[in-house]
């Protein structure tokens, strides 16, 4: 007899050896008790949880002979039949791959037939949502009326996919996942069978990898046993199933969490030099992260000796709960980039070393304090004025300014992260330091002086002198006049052009105007375009005007090309 796998050996023949899953296999033995089985079930619930197993005691029990208690008797013909597969009238049928209409109508053929020994004919179909569309329209009927000698049970671990038609039609009992303690004591009984030598902390890590399935916790056991040895200890289980030294784990989580760049680069190289599986290794540090944060939060872990728990409440001691979210939002992006690359090595070199780079930190200074670094860089880098906003970061963070770049970045990028709000509903969008200021109390009136007609031409010229040529360009010929106590109109003797009115309109543009006006007249103030009486429609003659007028006072050589 050839061999046979642990989980096919150990396969429960009896409700009562069914595990972690009581609360059917109570219901479905008193249903047998009763003589009140039902024509069609559906079992549902996650691998290797014990559905195919009910499937099959279940037939075996409504057509035994000598049934005891809901159990089948697994002595009489019937039931050795059944066993050792050769009874027709129970027929298995793995619908992933027989889930054509022609396989279901083959089986609205047979069902018209009586059973050959047994006293009822039961159609095990697993995998049941493989089903195609029109399979299932033609199992309806026969599923909802079949005759009494018919009996279906249906199995998927996905019934979301399943026709509401289908769903209707079946008594359905969900298989829930095992707990550790209950595969524990299972893998108990099969090690003392086997004659196994296992310890417990080897039965606790199967059990953990397990995951609730009883199929995968056989089949880790067996792969243990490969080596002709019958002692497994938790090392010889962490070496088959690919899980790296715990050591090799911590020591790099631990210096990333203090950003230490040589620890990790030595880490690192030692993991890339033995060969790890780069996406198994990642999978484990996102894990040890986690398990971090759960032992912060409720103290109770599983899959570690006590000195490694005592190593893991150092670290949920000495972190925060954001500082570990954060961590494990960040290995989790990397794990992502690193599914589409082919230079995975690289990739994840890099990704560590820029997780020992912090992203912030923290200045312990006042709004104005902030700006007014951002002002001194880009003035002192010559930098045309603009606004602080999403696109603006990049924008600082790409011009050098020497020996002090590094600091100045820093605060620059501080400033947007932290104060990004306030910045913005400040309207903070000029470079000047002393327009700020003087916008915001509008009793200095140290750059300008006088009325608002006087000061204008000032306003104007530095307009020029801070880069704002396009604004220059198209008020060089304006007027200034207080309308009233809250509104400045700025008149346009020539008129306005379309492409002048488009410039001055933009918010940024009026914002810019209103804070130098605001700042001349010594209170907050409104802008009001005013077009002389003399205006002219030709457009084209006003820009053209304001180019070469421009182009005089900035001495720049210009000539039309027709």
């Given amino acids: 007899m050839g061999y046979t796998a642990l989980y096919r050996k150990f396969r429960p023949t009896t409700f009562s050896e069914m595990v972690g899953q009581e609360h059917i296999t109570r219901t479905l033995r008193n249903q047998i008790i009763a003589n009140r089985v039902g024509h069609a079930y559906l079992f549902n619930g996650g691998r290797g949880t014990g559905k195919t197993s009910s499937a099959k005691i279940l037939a075996r029990a409504i057509n035994c002979l000598n049934p005891k208690d809901g159990e089948p008797c697994n002595e009489c013909e019937i039931c050795k039949s059944a066993l050792n597969g050769s009874l027709t009238d129970i027929v298995e049928m793995d619908a992933a791959s027989n889930n054509s209409v022609e396989d279901i109508r083959s089986i609205r053929e047979e069902v018209n037939f009586l059973p050959t020994k047994a006293k009822y004919r039961v159609y095990i179909i697993d995998e049941v949502h493989m ?3 029109g399979a299932f329209n033609a199992l309806l ?3 909802e009326e079949p005759p009494e000698h018919v009996k279906f049970i249906l199995a998927t671990t996905e019934p979301q996919k399943l026709p509401a038609t289908i769903l209707s039609r079946c008594q359905r009992f969900d298989f829930k996942r095992i707990s550790n303690e209950d595969i524990i004591k299972r893998l108990k009984v099969v090690c003392n069978e086997s004659n196994i030598e296992i310890s417990e902390g ?3 890590i199967i059990a953990v990898l397990s995951e609730g399935a009883m199929r995968d916790a056989l089949s880790i056991l067996e ?5 002709g040895e019958n002692k497994i200890d938790e090392n010889k289980i962490k070496d088959l199933v690919g899980i790296p030294k715990l050591s ?3 020591s790099i989580i631990s210096a990333i969490l203090e950003y230490d760049l040589d620890e990790v680069v030595k880490s690192t190289n030692q993991i890339l030099n033995e060969g790890k599986d780069l996406d198994n290794f990642l999978w484990e540090m996102i894990k040890y992260v986690k398990d971090i944060l759960v032992y912060k939060s409720c103290k109770n872990l599983e899959l570690y000796t006590q000195d490694e728990i005592s190593i893991i ?10 500082r570990l979210i954060e961590l494990i939002y960040e290995l989790s992006e990397l794990q992502n980039n690193m599914k589409w690359s ?8 890099a990704g560590m070393i820029k997780l020992c780079y912090k992203k912030s930190q923290t200045v312990d200074e006042n709004l104005e304090q902030r700006v007014e670094k951002i002002e001194n860089y ?3 880098n010559n930098i045309e004025n603009r606004n602080i906003n999403n696109n603006s970061y990049n924008s600082y963070n790409n011009y050098s300014a020497g020996p002090t770049q590094n600091t100045i970045n820093n605060t620059v990028k501080n400033t947007v992260i932290e104060s990004k709000s306030n910045l913005e509903n400040k309207n903070i969008v000029s470079s000047n330091s002393n327009i700020e200021k003087n916008a915001k109390n509008p009793g200095n009136k140290a750059s300008y002086s006088g009325k608002i007609e006087e000061a204008w031409p000032k306003i104007v010229r530095d307009l020029k002198q801070n880069g704002k040529i396009v604004l220059y360009t198209n008020l060089m010929q304006t007027k200034a006049i207080e309308v009233n106590d809250m509104t400045v109109g700025i008149q346009f003797p020539n008129g306005l052009s379309a492409f002048g009115k488009t410039v001055l309109e933009k918010q940024e543009n009026i914002r810019e105007i209103s804070n130098l006006v605001s700042m001349a007249c010594g209170k907050e103030m409104q802008i009001k375009y005013i077009e002389g009486s003399n205006t002219k429609a030709n457009s084209n003659m006003s820009v053209e005007d304001n180019i070469k007028n421009f182009a005089n006072e900035a001495d720049i050589p210009f000539n039309v090309i027709e």
């Avoid at 792969?223 to 080596?227: A, E, P, W």
């Avoid at 409440?313 to 954001?322: I, M």
């Fill in 202 to 204: 080897a039965l606790n």
């Fill in 248 to 250: 090799y784990v911590n």
């Fill in 131 to 133: 089903l195609s569309t």
């Fill in 342 to 349: 082919t230079q995975k090595s690289i990739l994840f070199q």
């Fill in 313 to 322: 409440n150092n670290l949920a001691n000495k972190y925060s709960n954001e």
């Fill in 141 to 143: 009927k026969t599923l």
């Fill in 223 to 227: 792969r243990c046993i490969q080596d």
């Fill in 378 to 380: 880009l003035r002192s």
